[in-house]
């Protein structure tokens, strides 16, 4: 039978926590609300973890035991966070509460019934790592062997069966969707998955995707231990509801079952991971999906000057997919409105970002406060070189530092060698891409091709080398892109031998060894127009060493280590603030991507991601774009501004003027000439 709790009234005011004082009025409806399925629309900033934590107090003081409440989140750092806020709230009244990650509430269930889902008790874990060196080791075993196509690697692998497993897409209708030039293995990929899973369950060992498919496994294939669970639980409470996936809202829903006391806490506009699984409808629909469902709405805003939080309320407006919110604010008025900032061209995009940050440091604003946001990693190009050459320390949170990345190592490489055919380093990295050749294979065709070469670029004369079978069709294709990259009449320039290896042979390298392949093959993009600037493949280089290594702290040699401009993209800035914002590239085909414009649901996302980087910021915001891009040989690309600009009332805006000579822009300054802060 099953044991139900009734909701008492509130304990006497000795429990310490005086909810109306503690809360606004739009926290404490959802807070003290009754049982039942609830979704809390959270808007940026407004307290979204304070709401939960003391929802969580409030079940508690309600006489419900710690252990029969679920708190689930997405990160270990939130869960941390707010079961230590109730512990602080209640002292001890939370001992015993479920709190933690999605994943850590999975393996902590499955740690108990590993056997009913065909696996043994202390079953590892396999972390990223494992998991491909266990599918790489599926693949050899398989004999897999492509002959019009390079199979795809270990992480690329990887990466399409998390999605299928987290969507529930088959393999197939995934790489329709995200790998498109993998069609043609379609029936290869999925024998590999099927091999995959059976030796996870002969090694004993679970990938992170497992500790949820093996737990809603658990669930529906055993009905005593789902029941079990939901009535235990009679509770739930998620964070970030708008970033589940079908897995984790399949758990919730079942898990809720019994008892339907579920509150989701979220905010659709900030939905922005659809690309990585999560599905925006389990937030949209969630008052259909649950009948009777209350909704609050939480729209105070604690975080941002009330000019950033209209530019927020009127970006957000065109989609229509939503629920409508309007953040209104707490703090006053700043003296300086958001400033929209059109630049000539990419590069003074770059030193008008730099400038101002300097002379923002020289009134007092500490670097760390202050952050320059973008869609892409590659948008960060021209602001690394800017930062280095001004000596602006800065840390990036989106990635490596441009030039440190994998695939820009790997094609300056042939250029390196192409210069110099003595640069051993160069060689091995290129040679260690072609199938089949690993170290010791490396080692020896250097040792062969160092003498037949020589220090000259007679590339043709490696042809009769030996090379491992499995390598000889891409070792061909190396030799003649070689020759290519050096020519009878002299090397080409640097921008040209980019597209060459691109074309030749870095392409199809980067589809089937990184899961990011479109990120990555902008990067190398902007490498080729960065690379047009230079009419010498050595000078070329020798620039790109020189960034690669220069340190950014003798214009700030007083500053503190954690002194540093942040460097992010909107993705992972998602949850973070700053006191002064730099939204870059805001150019239709830049933000947003090309690839979005023509699909709806994908510029709707698109438009949630711009409100996600206009919400981070606090004090003051620059939303800047170049009328014009410097491309390789000196060719132009010209920009509109964004149209999510252009959906914001010019009101709302101060346009700044940039000036090709300092002083670089006019600011609004009051009656003594400063800037009013």
């Known amino acids: 039978m099953a044991r139900s709790y009734t909701l008492q009234a509130p304990p006497p005011p000795s429990s310490g926590i005086d909810y109306p004082s503690e809360l606004n009025d739009q926290q404490l409806a959802a807070v003290t609300s009754p049982g039942g399925a609830s979704l809390v629309i959270a808007g940026a900033g407004s307290g979204k973890t304070r709401t939960l934590t003391y929802r969580v107090a409030w079940i508690l003081e309600q006489g419900v035991p710690a252990p029969s409440i679920m708190l689930l989140t997405f990160t270990n750092k939130a869960a941390r966070e707010m079961t230590e806020r109730v512990h602080t709230l209640i002292p001890g009244a939370a001992d015993g509460l479920w709190g933690g990650t999605f994943h850590s509430i999975g393996n902590r269930i499955l ?73 043609p293995l379609a029936q290869d990929i999925e024998l590999v998955q099927t091999a995959y899973e059976s030796r996870k369950k002969e090694a004993n060992s679970m990938d992170f995707d497992d500790l949820l498919a093996k737990t809603l496994e658990l669930f529906l294939t055993n009905p005593d231990i789902a029941t079990q669970y939901q009535r235990q639980f009679q509770h739930i409470l998620v964070d970030e509801y708008q970033d589940t996936n079908r897995l984790q809202s399949e758990l919730i829903d079942l898990l809720a079952a019994h008892h339907g006391n579920v509150m989701v806490v979220g905010d659709d506009a900030q939905s922005i991971y659809s690309w990585r699984g999560a599905n925006f409808e389990n937030i949209l629909r969630f008052p ?6 209350q909704v609050f709405k939480i729209e105070t805003n604690y975080r941002s000057v009330p000019g950033v939080l209209d530019v927020a309320n009127a970006a ?45 440091s020289d009134e007092g604003v500490p670097l760390e406060q202050i952050a320059v946001l973008y869609r892409a990693h590659y948008h960060s190009m021209e602001m690394q070189l800017e930062f280095t050459r ?16 994998a695939h820009i190592k790997d094609v300056a490489a042939f250029l390196k060698f192409t210069v110099n055919p003595r640069d051993e380093t160069a060689f091995k990295r290129m040679i260690r891409m072609l199938p089949g050749i690993g170290n010791k294979t490396a080692e020896t065709l250097w040792q062969k091709t160092s003498a037949i070469l020589d220090g000259k670029t007679n590339f043709a004369d490696l042809a009769g080398l ?45 589809k089937e060894k990184f899961p990011n392949y479109d990120a990555r093959h902008e990067d190398l993009v902007t490498l080729q127009e960065f690379a047009g600037q230079f009419e010498t493949t050595a000078d070329f280089l020798s620039q790109l060493a020189l960034l690669g290594s220069l340190e950014t702290a003798d214009a700030f040699a007083g500053a503190a280590e954690t002194e540093k401009v942040t460097l992010s993209t909107l993705h992972q800035a998602k949850g973070l603030e700053w ?23 994908a510029l709707e996302e698109e438009r949630r991601l711009f409100y996600v980087g206009v919400t981070r910021c606090m004090d003051e915001l620059y939303l800047t774009y170049p009328e014009m891009r410097l491309a390789a040989g000196y060719d132009q690309s010209f920009y ?32 003594d000439g400063d800037i009013p802060f």
Not at 481 to 488: Q, R, V, W
């Open 111 to 183: 740690r108990r019934h590993a056997e009913a889902v065909g696996f043994r008790q202390g079953f590892s874990i396999m972390d990223r790592e494992d998991s491909e060196d266990m599918i790489a080791s599926v693949v050899a075993q398989e004999g897999i062997v492509s002959t019009d196509k390079r199979f795809p690697k270990a992480g690329v692998l990887s990466d399409v069966f998390s999605y299928s497993v987290n969507t529930g897409l088959p393999i197939s209708k995934v790489l329709v969707e995200k790998y498109r030039y993998f069609i």
């Open 579 to 601: 006191k002064i914002v730099f939204l870059i590239w805001l150019a239709d085909g830049m933000f947003p991507s090309t690839r979005s414009i023509e699909d709806p649901r």
């Open 288 to 293: 259909e999906t649950h009948p009777g469902a």
């Open 316 to 360: 957000i407006l065109t989609n229509e997919n939503q629920f409508p919110k309007n953040l209104a604010p707490v703090r006053k008025a700043h003296p300086i409105k958001p400033a929209l900032v059109a630049l000539p061209n990419n590069n003074q995009q770059a030193a008008f970002v730099a400038q101002r940050i300097m002379e923002l």
């Open 466 to 510: 030996k090379v491992p079978a499995k390598a000889q069709k891409s070792w061909d294709q190396f030799i003649h892109t070689l020759g290519d990259l050096a020519p009878a009449a002299g090397p080409m320039k640097p921008s040209e031998m980019i597209s060459c290896v691109l074309f030749a042979v870095y392409e199809d390298y980067m």
């Open 390 to 405: 001004r000596g602006i320390p800065f840390s990036i949170t989106s990635g490596l530092r441009f030039f440190e990345q």
């Open 640 to 671: 509109s501004p964004s149209r999510f600009l252009r959906e914001v009332p010019e009101s709302l805006f101060e346009c700044w003027q940039v000036n090709q000579a300092p002083p670089a822009f006019r600011a609004p300054r009051d009656q």
